[in-house]
T-cell receptor, first 111, second 121 residues
Framework: GENVEQHPSTLSVQEGDSAVIKCTYS??????FPWYKQELGKRPQLIID?????GEKKDQRIAVTLNKTAKHFSLHITETQPEDSAVYFC??????????FGPGTSLSVIP | DTGVSQDPRHKITKRGQNVTFRCDPI?????LYWYRQTLGQGPEFLTYFQNEAQLEKSRLLSDRFSAERPKGSFSTLEIQRTEQGDSAMYLC???????????????????FGEGSRLTVL
């Protein structure tokens, strides 16, 4: 199928701890895996993405890993801060097709 | 502001009425998406366009929903005979397609509008 599964649906961490969100997909043609952050009442915004030709990508405190064989990818946020509190969506797509989103993970960072 | 704009931002209607939403994408983007989002859920794909061509419409989408992008610029999403279950945020997004390497700015990123919130009474 074309859907994306995402876990956990909610996540609470203490400020300074790490947060990990995992997603799985089944369409083996997928080659593009973006992550979007949506703050309350705002539009989703891209925070990081990864293409299928790499296994890991890092941008400051955020990293994404991809295991194409197992068809799963993960978002890692280190040294979490209160402003990281938001809903995070993983998504998948292909070079020629639409982008499909996961159901989201609500992250709360407790000061 | 050169971002994606949507109109109206809020719409309250009675069951059975028709509603139409408009999306103006970023001008150089040739791909345009419509998604629907309900509370606590991810954006649900509805349909998307490459220029004026509608490439796909979700199989889950009722025939009451129709979208157009007549000149490859703005798009409209119409819902006929609205039902209470249609109440949601309707999000529009635009992008370059991933295979279009003509623009150095192309990252595949979807740029979302602020959405049109529909409430069906």
């Amino acid at each position: 199928g074309e859907n994306v599964e995402q876990h956990p649906s909610t996540l609470s961490v203490q400020e300074g701890d790490s947060a990990v969100i995992k997603c799985t997909y089944s369409d083996s043609a997928s080659n593009y895996f973006p992550w979007y952050k949506q703050e309350l009442g705002k539009r989703p915004q891209l925070i990081i993405d990864i293409r299928s030709n790499v296994g890991e990508k890092k941008d400051q405190r955020i990293a994404v890993t991809l295991n194409k064989t197992a068809k799963h990818f993960s978002l890692h946020i280190t040294e979490t801060q209160p402003e990281d509190s938001a809903v995070y969506f993983c998504a998948r797509g292909t070079s020629y097709d639409k982008v499909i989103f996961g159901p989201g993970t609500s992250l709360s960072v407790i000061p | 502001d050169t971002g994606v704009s949507q109109d109206p931002r809020h719409k309250i209607t009675k069951r059975g009425q028709n509603v139409t939403f408009r999306c103006d994408p970023i001008s150089e983007h040739n791909r345009l998406y419509w998604y629907r989002q309900t509370l606590g859920q991810g954006p649900e794909f509805l349909t998307y366009f490459q220029n004026e061509a509608q490439l796909e419409k979700s199989r889950l989408l009722s025939d009451r929903f129709s979208a157009e992008r007549p000149k490859g610029s703005f798009s409209t999403l119409e819902i006929q005979r609205t039902e209470q279950g249609d109440s949601a945020m309707y999000l529009c997004a635009s992008s370059f397609p991933l295979w279009d390497r003509g623009s150095l700015r192309n990252t595949g990123e979807l740029f979302f509008g602020e959405g049109s919130r529909l409430t069906v009474l």
